[in-house]
Every structure is written in C-alpha cells, then in structure tokens.
C-alpha cells in the first residue's frame, strides 16, 4: 500500500536558522498536503500542492511538489519561537485515502 | 459552526472494554476519516468514509469497526480494548470535490484513550 517517509523525525535549530523537512511517497500521488501540530493540539492545515514541480510561498514558508509527484518538501526561513511543533506532510492518492508521514519535529533554541 | 467534534475527550479503559469515540461533523462534509496517534508519532489511518453508508479500511483496521449511518456522524468502535490501543484519536472529515484533487481536512480536538 501507499507509504509516506519523512525526515528528518526530529530538527533542534537556533532560532533565525533555517530549516526544512523532506518528503517522499512509495506511489505517485495526486496531490500532497501539509499540516502543523503544535504540543497538544490537532493537526491544521497549511497547504495543498497539486501540480508536478508546483511552489507555493506563505510568508517565510516555502513548499514543493517534486516533477514525479512523489516527493515535497518544507523550508522555513529564520525560524521563530512560533514555527515550533510538528509538521506533517499527507499524501492524497486517487482511492480518497490520506496517508501521512510520521512528521518533523521542529525544536528552537533561543 | 462547531466545525469537527469529538466526544469524550479522555477516557480510561480496562483491557477487554468496549467503547465508543464519538465524531460528529456540521459541515456537510461527505469524507470523514479516523487517525490514531501513538506518542512521539505521526498519524496512521484506521477507517474512512466516502459518504452515508460507505466505509473503508485504512492502514491499521485491526480491533476497531466503524459505521456511517448519517452525514454527520462517525463512530469510532473498539469491542476488545488492549493496551497496544493505547493513543490519542483523530477524527477529521473534508469536502468532496467535483475534479480529483483532495480539500483540506478540517481535525477534532481528539480523544486521547488509556487501555490499562
């Protein structure tokens, strides 16, 4: 069935480092999702990518699409003590299944 | 809009206890999922439905049974609690869309669940 890796499991950054969490999926996805989870709380939302090599900018996060569709990826530029938490990326193929990867865990240090 | 509820929010079982989780959605969404949580962990897919009447297992089905008798509901069953069962659960639901692309999923708050 469809897996979904992602690394790194866990990133300690000095705060105003960047960082960025990688994704890949055994199977071709349709489109590929990206959620944030602080400590205690449920995934959110932050972006859906759905075309091959797409890029999409919120503010100081940059996402990808890999040309496969198989891979994405998450850049955060100059984190903050806000960006601290889980991130995950979900795979979405075409049997309405949303797969997710196991996440990112994103410590900063002041 | 309440948006996506999850009832009860904390709950202690001996092992071989029944439950169920709750999840009740106000958003006329057609998709609705289950997820459990294991400590320090991503998020793995027990059961989903595509509707009223339609369910389908998800990565880890094993000791759980869903029904999707309404739109709104989603009931997360559990007949023979263990402690391997022991996790926090998701329900998260989504709109359908016309063309193949997936919406966002829109999370309850989560049931976390104790097997002792």
């Known amino acids: 069935g469809q897996q979904v890796m992602q690394i790194p499991q866990y990133q300690h950054v000095q705060e105003g480092e960047d960082f960025t969490t990688y994704c890949n999926s055994s199977?071709?996805?349709?489109?590929i999702q990206w959620y944030k989870q602080r400590p205690g709380g449920h995934p959110v939302f932050l972006i859906q990518l759905v075309k091959s090599g797409e890029v999409k900018k919120q503010k100081r996060l940059t996402f990808q699409f890999g040309e496969a569709k198989k891979n994405s990826s998450l850049h955060i530029t100059a984190t903050q003590t806000t960006d601290v938490g889980t991130y995950f990326c979900a795979g979405g193929g075409r049997d309405d299944k949303i797969i997710f990867g196991k996440g990112t865990r994103l410590h900063i240090l002041p | 809009n309440a948006g996506v509820t999850q009832t009860p929010k904390f709950r202690i079982l001996k092992i071989g206890q029944s439950m169920t989780l709750q999840c009740a959605q106000d958003m006329n969404h057609n998709y609705m999922y289950w997820y459990r949580q294991d400590p320090g962990m991503g998020l793995k897919l027990i059961y989903y439905s595509v509707g009223a009447g339609i369910t389908d297992k998800g990565e880890v089905p094993n000791g759980y049974n869903v029904s999707r008798s309404t739109t709104e509901d989603f009931p997360l069953r559990l007949e023979l609690a263990a402690p391997s069962q022991t996790s926090v659960y998701f329900c998260?639901?989504?709109?359908?869309?016309?063309?193949?692309?997936?919406?966002?999923?829109?999370f309850g708050s989560g049931t976390q669940l104790s097997v002792l």
């Open positions: 998260a639901s989504r709109r359908r869309q016309a063309i193949a692309t997936n919406e966002k999923l829109f």
């Open positions: 199977t071709t996805l349709s489109n």
